[in-house]
């Protein structure tokens, strides 16, 4: 069976610092995989998609990046954190007309 | 013209009530629609597959307008444990899904 993880689940970063979350699938191949922000209290946000190694497509402007080093990884990253990254970050993964959603990273930017 | 739009809500609703949903769609191909549920401060999961047909599964029934590009999620008989985010999904090609920002609601005793 096809699973999801994603790490870490909670994170507090000071401002300035960089970011790494990382995202792996298992049981499946040649996944679509998707990161996502959700805001407190907001919708979801897709800041990042990806349907193969190295393809990433940025949705937004922002202080964030995205690699698929490998078919089943897909990390996200930043070099310098801002206040406003503070949010849950999910990451999705999607290889037929359902998408299956990773626990979160609840990130906090002090 | 967002390519998933919800209304966020949030809708307050008593015990008992129904509400609907709607969701609309920019692209006319998309073959595949969804209702996602997310509690709080969770993962979204699953709640069900829209057909073109409409369908339904207990209090909740999913339908689907291609002409007019939205599709719409009605709970019936509301109970305190479906309060979450509903999120509607849309498969735009292949696998390629966009998710709309999620409607809240909220159903009170």
């Known amino acids: 069976s096809q699973t999801i993880h994603q790490w870490p689940a909670t994170l507090v970063q000071p401002v300035g610092s960089p970011l790494s979350l990382e995202c792996t699938v298992e049981g499946t191949s040649n996944p679509n995989l998707y990161w996502y922000r959700q805001a407190a209290g907001r919708g979801l946000q897709l800041l990042f998609y990806?349907?193969?190694?190295?393809?990433i497509s940025s949705e937004v402007p922002q202080n964030l990046s995205a690699s698929r080093p490998q078919d089943r990884q897909f990390i996200l990253s930043s070099k310098k954190l801002l206040l406003s990254d503070s949010g849950f970050y999910l990451c999705?993964?999607?290889?037929?007309?359902?998408?299956?959603f990773g626990q979160g990273t609840r990130l906090t930017v002090v | 013209r967002k390519e998933v739009e919800q209304d966020p809500g949030p809708f307050n609703v008593p015990e008992g009530a129904t509400v609907a949903f709607n969701c609309t769609y920019s692209?006319?191909?998309?073959?595949?629609f969804f209702w996602y549920r997310q509690d709080c401060r969770k993962e979204p999961k699953l709640l069900m597959s829209v057909y073109s047909s409409g369908n339904e599964d207990g209090r909740f029934t999913a339908q689907l307008n291609r002409a007019s590009q939205y599709i719409s999620l009605l709970i019936r008989d509301s109970k305190l444990s479906d309060s979450a985010t509903y999120l509607c999904?849309?498969?735009?090609?292949?696998?390629?899904?966009?998710f709309g920002a999620g409607t809240r609601l909220t159903v009170k005793p």
């Open positions: 999705a993964w999607s290889s037929g007309p359902e998408a299956f």
């Open positions: 999904v849309v498969n735009f090609a292949g696998n390629d899904m966009r």
């Open positions: 990806s349907v193969g190694i190295g393809q």
């Open positions: 692209n006319s191909a998309s073959q595949s």
